[in-house]
């Protein structure tokens, strides 16, 4: 049984929480009024007790010989990350993934295995335990924590295959609470990660300032992939801010898929992803098709 794909912090409620979190922060720095939000959805979905089991992914998994291409990477002052390694010698991309409260890197490598053919390094990233009740349930504590984790897994993912990595081509896609907080840290991270693909999040919190900061450090392109009505009407808005701050920027909608990352948001994500690397030198064969 996992938490993976039940958010009830993503209720309307929640988004009146978070909102109220900002709105009430007065003199408190963006930064602080943020993480102030991200601790009241955070709290909120700890206190719910709801379990919901784990869906299967869309079409069949991966051989057990591809997955067990999977390793545990050690990051310094963080638990590890989970780290794949395309075969051969030769020289490709790199993904960074982050999972939703409740959810685990392995499961995000496994999903960006498929989207990327086996053709892409992937570092997806853990975050702290749930609680004892859930050890294999994982979530992170604000966006400030999730940079610096971010930052120590991709010295570490470097040290063991940097030399491999293609050059600002990489990817940072987050799903629920990893593309919510990775608005607040992205911009130092735009040469290496240029590449934006948030699904169902990361779009209450981008302003023009913002997306100017992203683009100036190397940002690119946003994709935000929606399942639900909420995410798409936000996300249009966001979209607005993304491109007037010097940002390539694309909503997909799959209306009424709900809060989740498969089925047709995957469908959507898959059909979105030759846009978002377009010019990248990634291959034109290295995603599934839709």
């Keep these: ?4 794909y039940f958010r ?23 930064e602080q009024a943020l993480t102030a939000s991200e601790r009241l959805a955070s709290a909120e979905f700890a206190s719910s007790g709801s379990v919901q089991a784990q869906p299967e992914m869309n079409g069949a998994r991966e051989p057990a010989d591809i997955r067990e291409a999977f390793s545990e990477l050690p990051v310094p002052g963080f638990l590890n990350a989970v780290f794949y390694t395309p075969p051969g010698s030769g020289v490709h991309p790199l993904v960074v993934a982050s999972h939703g409260a409740g959810g685990a890197p392995r499961d995000e490598c496994e999903y960006w295995l498929k989207l990327t053919r086996q053709q892409a390094f992937l570092l ?21 924590e999730l940079g610096r984790e971010l930052k120590a897994a991709l010295e570490a993912a470097k040290a063991r295959q940097g030399r ?15 593309a919510i907080m990775a608005v607040g840290m992205i911009p130092p991270f735009g040469s290496d990660l240029p590449y934006l693909v948030l699904i169902e999040g990361g779009y209450q ?30 996300g249009a808005e966001a979209v607005v801010w993304l491109r007037q701050g010097g940002l390539e ?7 009424g898929a709900g809060h989740t990352p498969f089925g047709q948001v995957e469908e959507e994500v898959a059909r979105a992803l030759p846009w978002v690397v377009n010019g990248a030198g990634w291959s034109g064969h290295a995603f599934t098709r839709p």
């Design 1 to 4: 049984m996992s938490f993976r």
């Design 8 to 30: 009830p912090w993503m209720t309307p409620h929640a988004v009146i929480l978070c909102a109220a979190a900002w709105a009430c922060a007065g003199t408190t720095s963006k």
């Design 124 to 144: 997806c990233l853990r975050g702290v335990p749930f609680g004892k009740a859930h050890p294999t349930a994982f979530f992170y504590r604000n966006h400030l």
């Design 164 to 178: 491999r990595f293609a050059q600002k081509s990489g990817i940072y896609a987050g799903f629920s609470q990893g």
């Design 205 to 234: 919190y981008w302003s023009v300032a913002h997306a100017r900061q992203f683009a100036k450090a190397g940002g690119k392109r946003v994709l935000i992939a929606c399942g639900t009505e909420v995410c798409a009407k936000r």
């Design 249 to 255: 920027a694309r909503m997909a909608y799959a209306e």
